[in-house]
């Protein structure tokens, strides 16, 4: 191979491996190191073109919310209740409904409800709810 197709040969096998991270990355919910071990590439490579190559930064930081949106829709299964399919003895294969997670719900409301009240808060009061006094002593 001359050394005018190495040159073209090494752009071309870059576009190949970026292509491929971006797919790793897609399917490993953002993990840049399990992505790398499936393309088989360093780290350092694919920090390297986050910095050089603007349209691979665009791709990535487009895959960012990919993780939550995944973890958010797990999080809605287990508010409405998830679906499975069991098999039973003889193989016949049927779906189950389970109740919906409470704790779910919960969670999502403190985190999500906010505006509509869904916080914990602490009340703090006197005694017979009088007002609480409070003295600041500067002298030390």
Same mark, same amino acid.
């Given at each position: 191979?001359? !050394? ?5 040969? !090494? ?67 287990? #508010? ?25 719900? #919960? ?16 009340? #703090? ?16």
């Amino acid at each position: 191979m001359s !050394k005018e197709e190495k040159k073209e040969t !090494k752009p071309q096998n870059a576009t190949l491996k970026k292509t491929a991270m971006l797919k790793a990355l897609e399917s490993t919910l953002g993990v840049v190191t399990s992505a790398c071990e499936i393309v088989g590439i360093d780290r350092t490579t694919h920090y390297r073109w986050l910095q050089e190559d603007e349209d691979y930064k665009a791709k990535v930081e487009s895959l960012s919310d990919l993780a939550v949106d995944f973890a958010e829709s797990q999080l809605f299964e287990l #508010i409405k209740g998830a679906h499975r399919e069991v098999s039973t003895p003889d193989g016949e294969v049927i779906r189950i409904q389970d109740a919906p997670n409470t704790s779910a719900t #919960i969670f999502y409301l403190k985190t999500r409800g906010k505006k509509r009240g869904y916080v914990e808060r602490n009340e #703090i009061a006197g005694v017979n709810d009088a007002p609480i006094q409070i003295i600041i002593n500067d002298k030390l």
